[in-house]
């Protein structure tokens, strides 16, 4: 990243309720989360001079008008999927560190649960999905032969694996398993109060093999926030500051087109990962805290083995001891993650990295959290990486 000698460093962060069914609209959401960040840095909306806007449901205007942003010199909307939030952060450290903005608003919200389940009374959102060049794959390679849905899109890739290397039905249940009971630890997870044992997870339906129901993250309405500025001015505000100490994003090869791939599980993590570690100065066994985008328990693994901290293959082994719990070697999706917290596109895992690092999370606390790494995982294997400090 580009730099003018300073560092780049997260200074508020905010999450909305996760809703089944919310009153309010994917914009409202983000609004409601917007203002909760800048109260939790201890800023106003007139010290926000970037803005990062997700590529669905509102604008940079429509946002910057509503939030009252009056002077604003930087906005960019980044389209990489679930991947987008966590390589916004790269864009938003790049701002702050070429001067281009001091303050970056990055926000994202979307009604995940009831766009498919309109209910009387709620309005539509008045701007829909951007078509981005997977969907468009998709429609000419996947949708015809049946393939409709994202289980759908990603067990190609887990099924080979799975046959490839194999993998227990059980290793991904131990995944389901470590975000469920980390989510019983989170005020506003979704799965809070609903336990989960190996038993139930077994007999959960198959959606698209390798994935039972429980292998699939929760559809939620949410929005999350995050505000970056440099350490130097975030340490004269209300919280304790998180730097970003690198961040990549990286593509598989052909990113659009799964089944052309050479090697299906050369992810865009891949390439993103020695990349923010290189900047950052770290090893991935340097990371105290894991944030690993979980929209499905197979793509958790898929990235543990990307990351470098098991081999091509092992990742089913490498969880089976308990390595992804609080009191493991890899403490991962602290918050319950996108598969038992909730899904705003792994923002929220952002917002739980960042809160690990100041000492916030009590019960759910790591021990001793320094470093942790934030991943995310778009459109058909999209990956970026984000590696924050305490400071």
Not at 67 to 90: F, H, N, W
Not at 243 to 256: K, S
Not at 339 to 360: D, I, Y
Request: hydrophobic fraction near 40%.
């Amino acid at each position: 990243m580009p730099t003018n000698g300073q560092t780049a460093a997260i200074a508020g962060v905010a999450e909305t309720d996760f809703y089944t069914g919310s009153e309010l609209g994917p914009f409202g959401l983000m609004i409601e989360a917007s203002r909760a960040a800048l109260d939790d840095a201890g800023l106003a909306a007139g010290d926000i001079d970037g803005l990062l806007p997700p590529p669905w449901y509102t604008s940079t205007e429509e946002l910057a008008a509503t939030l009252g942003i009056e002077d604003l010199s930087y906005s960019v909307t980044t389209s990489m999927g679930g991947a987008s939030p966590t390589a916004s952060l790269q864009t938003a450290a790049m701002a702050v560190t070429s001067g281009a903005a001091s303050a970056v608003l990055v926000v994202i919200g979307w009604n995940g649960y009831s766009f498919l389940r309109p209910r009387e009374g709620i309005k539509a959102p008045r701007h829909g999905i951007i078509v981005t060049s997977a969907l468009d794959s998709a429609a000419d390679f996947l949708i015809p032969h049946g393939a409709i849905v994202p289980a759908q899109f990603y067990g190609l890739i887990a099924m080979r694996h799975k046959m490839l290397y194999g993998v227990e039905d059980t290793d991904t249940g131990h995944v389901a398993l470590a975000m469920r009971r980390h989510a019983q630890l989170h005020d506003k997870a979704m799965m809070k109060g609903r336990e989960l044992g190996m038993d139930e997870y077994l007999a959960s339906p198959f959606i698209s093999e390798p994935f039972r129901r429980l292998d699939c993250c929760q559809e939620s309405d949410s929005a999350a926030a995050v505000i970056v500025t440099s350490v130097e001015r975030a340490r004269d505000l209300k919280q304790a500051p998180v730097a970003i100490l690198g961040a990549a994003q990286g593509r598989p090869y052909p990113a659009d087109d799964i089944a052309n791939r050479r090697d299906p599980f050369h992810i865009g993590l891949s390439d993103a990962a020695p990349r923010a570690l290189g900047q950052a100065g770290v090893s991935v066994t340097d990371i105290d805290v894991f944030e690993i985008y979980d929209c499905f328990t197979y793509v958790v693994l898929l990235q543990l083995e990307a990351l470098g901290l098991c081999g091509r293959g092992e990742s089913g082994q490498f969880v089976r001891d308990g390595r992804l719990e609080l009191d493991g070697q890899c403490p991962t999706n602290t918050h319950g993650g996108l598969l038992s917290q909730g899904h705003t596109w792994g923002l929220n895992h952002t917002v739980e990295a960042v809160r690990q690092l100041r000492g916030e999370r009590g019960q759910a606390q790591v021990a001793g959290a320094e470093l942790a790494l934030v991943t995310g995982w778009g459109e058909f294997g999209d990956g970026s990486l984000a590696i924050l400090g305490a400071t």
